[in-house]
């Protein structure tokens, strides 16, 4: 509901907008009454990721569509052969379409918008796809699923220079725990230990062996040399702080046994993603857009190392697949194999995951999501992640987008201007980082030249 004094303001509206440009799996219609501040939702659903119908009505109740005016205008979308621009069109009225009360589509508009992916450009007749991970652009019969995985793994895989950048979050606080113990190291753990870290990832590590009545010092020197430490958590083995300074951010947990299982797990984890390196793209791929509708490392949600779990028991299946077949494994089919097993065949209710096994295994914990630790099965190491249920649906989004991708819009005539990967994230946030990435790549002309 759109109208009158209960009509949100402009930033709710840029909210829910954002909101919905990943829940477009298929052409979508949205119906609301003339108001100006409906220019904004608009314009801000013009980047979704797939054609978008806008349906306006001068009268005070919201337009009602019989199942005639919808397949109308989805035709219409599917018409609109320059995405770019947005067209208005007349809606005709049609027997059986009007509501009660009157008719509304002689005064009504359709506006249909879709993301801009592409500049249009063509290069002897082929259609030019231009995305951050592709920024010189590429011909759109040159893009499969396979290949654009393991380019969009490349453009989001961190540069040595980003990669000493956080490095040196560990020196820092290594300098800082010497004076308390001297004998200590601080050791590397999470997604840079597996190296499945994004650019946005926070480094985590471990401090082992730790006295209990050295902890206090510990955290009074992070406090003194800037650190600002915070606790996240504590347990009777574990203190996990949250460090902010002016170079960056990190966790740190200080463990008091001589050996951290997390120190364990990442090494089990590393001889996995060794056995299947294949995983890393995959992990890189779902952390990124799973993280974009916040269902990545925010409370209920998943995190890096469950989706690590997650998908390496995927890589088992279809390895044992493809080497059955005598085919090598393929990026595309991982990516497709993991969201129809978690989207459509994995029932949380009843089933759980073993990352040991390319099968699921029956439930033994009564969390929303079971996924059974490395170290001890009894336990589950995805229960704080309660809200498995909406991300579920967005991962039958992102399967639906690209099946759709390939059965249907790859094969359209005249059809320009997406990806695979477009139909499932939105660019905008990538661009800034393809920006930073070329005057990076000018500093080093540079200083090469000179």
Same mark, same amino acid.
């Given at each position: 509901?759109?109208?009158?004094?209960?009509? /949100?303001? @402009? +930033?709710?509206?840029?909210?829910?907008?954002?909101?919905?440009?990943?829940?477009?799996?298929?052409?979508?219609?949205?119906?609301?009454?003339?108001?100006?501040?409906?220019?904004?939702?608009?314009?801000?659903?013009?980047?979704?990721?797939?054609?978008?119908?806008?349906?306006?009505?001068?009268?005070?109740?919201?337009?009602?569509?019989?199942?005639?005016?919808?397949? &109308?205008?989805?035709?219409?979308?599917?018409?609109?052969?320059?995405?770019?621009?947005?067209?208005?069109?007349?809606?005709?009225?049609?027997?059986?379409?009007?509501?009660?009360?009157?008719?509304?589509?002689?005064?009504?508009?359709?506006?249909?918008?879709?993301?801009?992916?592409?500049?249009?450009?063509?290069?002897? !007749? @082929? !259609?030019?796809?231009?995305?951050?991970?592709?920024? &010189?652009?590429?011909?759109?019969?040159?893009?499969?699923?396979?290949?654009?995985?393991?380019?969009?793994?490349?453009?989001?895989?961190?540069?040595?220079?980003?990669?000493?950048?956080?490095?040196?979050?560990?020196? #820092? %606080?290594? #300098?800082?725990?010497?004076?308390?113990?001297?004998?200590?190291?601080?050791?590397?753990? !999470?997604?840079?230990? =597996?190296?499945?870290?994004?650019?946005?990832?926070?480094?985590?590590?471990?401090?082992?062996?730790?006295?209990?009545?050295?902890?206090?010092?510990?955290?009074?020197? %992070?406090?003194?040399?800037?650190?600002?430490?915070?606790?996240?958590?504590?347990?009777?083995?574990?203190?996990?702080?949250?460090? @902010?300074?002016?170079?960056?951010?990190?966790?740190?947990?200080?463990?008091?046994? /001589?050996?951290?299982?997390?120190?364990?797990?990442?090494?089990?984890?590393?001889?996995?993603?060794?056995? =299947?390196?294949?995983?890393?793209?995959?992990?890189?791929?779902?952390?990124?857009?799973?993280?974009?509708?916040?269902?990545?490392?925010?409370?209920?949600?998943?995190?890096? =190392?469950?989706?690590?779990?997650?998908?390496? +028991?995927?890589?088992?299946?279809?390895?044992?697949? #493809?080497?059955?077949?005598?085919?090598?494994?393929?990026?595309?089919?991982?990516? %497709?194999?993991?969201?129809?097993?978690?989207?459509?065949?994995?029932?949380?209710?009843?089933?759980?995951?073993?990352?040991?096994?390319?099968?699921?295994?029956?439930?033994?914990?009564?969390?929303?999501? #079971?996924?059974?630790?490395?170290?001890?099965?009894?336990?589950?190491?995805?229960?704080?992640?309660?809200?498995?249920?909406?991300?579920?649906?967005?991962?039958? =989004?992102?399967?639906?987008?690209? &099946?759709?991708?390939?059965?249907?819009?790859?094969?359209?005539?005249?059809?320009?201007?997406?990806?695979?990967?477009?139909?499932?994230?939105?660019?905008?946030?990538?661009?800034?980082?393809?920006?930073?990435?070329?005057?990076?790549?000018?500093?080093?002309?540079?200083?090469?030249?000179?």
């Amino acid at each position: 509901n759109t109208q009158g004094a209960h009509h /949100p303001p @402009v +930033p709710v509206l840029k909210n829910f907008a954002a909101d919905l440009r990943m829940k477009f799996a298929e052409p979508a219609i949205i119906l609301f009454p003339v108001h100006k501040d409906n220019v904004v939702l608009r314009n801000s659903l013009k980047d979704s990721a797939v054609p978008v119908a806008f349906i306006e009505s001068k009268s005070d109740v919201a337009p009602c569509l019989g199942p005639n005016v919808c397949a &109308e205008v989805l035709e219409m979308v599917g018409r609109v052969k320059d995405p770019v621009r947005t067209h208005r069109a007349k809606l005709k009225s049609i027997p059986g379409a009007t509501p009660p009360g009157g008719s509304f589509a002689s005064g009504a508009r359709v506006h249909i918008a879709s993301k801009r992916i592409a500049s249009g450009k063509k290069v002897s !007749g @082929v !259609g030019m796809v231009h995305t951050p991970w592709y920024p &010189e652009g590429v011909g759109c019969d040159m893009v499969n699923l396979d290949s654009e995985v393991a380019d969009f793994f490349k453009f989001m895989t961190l540069t040595p220079h980003e990669i000493s950048t956080k490095m040196e979050l560990r020196t #820092s %606080l290594q #300098s800082v725990i010497s004076t308390i113990l001297p004998n200590a190291t601080v050791k590397l753990i !999470g997604s840079f230990a =597996y190296g499945t870290m994004l650019p946005t990832s926070t480094p985590d590590f471990v401090l082992e062996a730790t006295p209990p009545d050295q902890i206090p010092h510990i955290l009074d020197a %992070l406090t003194d040399r800037g650190f600002t430490p915070t606790k996240e958590s504590q347990s009777p083995e574990t203190t996990t702080l949250h460090l @902010v300074f002016p170079d960056g951010r990190a966790r740190l947990i200080i463990d008091t046994r /001589p050996v951290s299982p997390l120190r364990r797990i990442a090494t089990i984890v590393n001889k996995w993603l060794g056995e =299947y390196p294949e995983a890393k793209p995959i992990i890189c791929l779902l952390r990124h857009v799973l993280g974009q509708c916040k269902y990545v490392g925010c409370e209920g949600g998943l995190t890096g =190392y469950l989706i690590t779990l997650l998908v390496i +028991p995927c890589c088992r299946d279809v390895r044992l697949e #493809s080497d059955k077949q005598g085919l090598p494994v393929s990026p595309g089919a991982v990516l %497709l194999r993991v969201l129809t097993r978690l989207g459509k065949s994995f029932d949380p209710t009843t089933m759980a995951v073993d990352p040991a096994s390319p099968s699921f295994v029956p439930k033994p914990h009564p969390d929303p999501l #079971s996924i059974l630790d490395p170290l001890d099965p009894t336990i589950n190491t995805a229960r704080t992640c309660t809200n498995f249920v909406h991300v579920r649906i967005q991962i039958s =989004y992102i399967l639906s987008a690209l &099946e759709g991708w390939r059965t249907k819009l790859a094969s359209k005539k005249n059809y320009k201007g997406r990806t695979p990967l477009s139909s499932i994230m939105s660019h905008i946030p990538l661009w800034p980082r393809q920006k930073e990435l070329q005057n990076r790549a000018k500093e080093r002309d540079t200083m090469r030249a000179s």
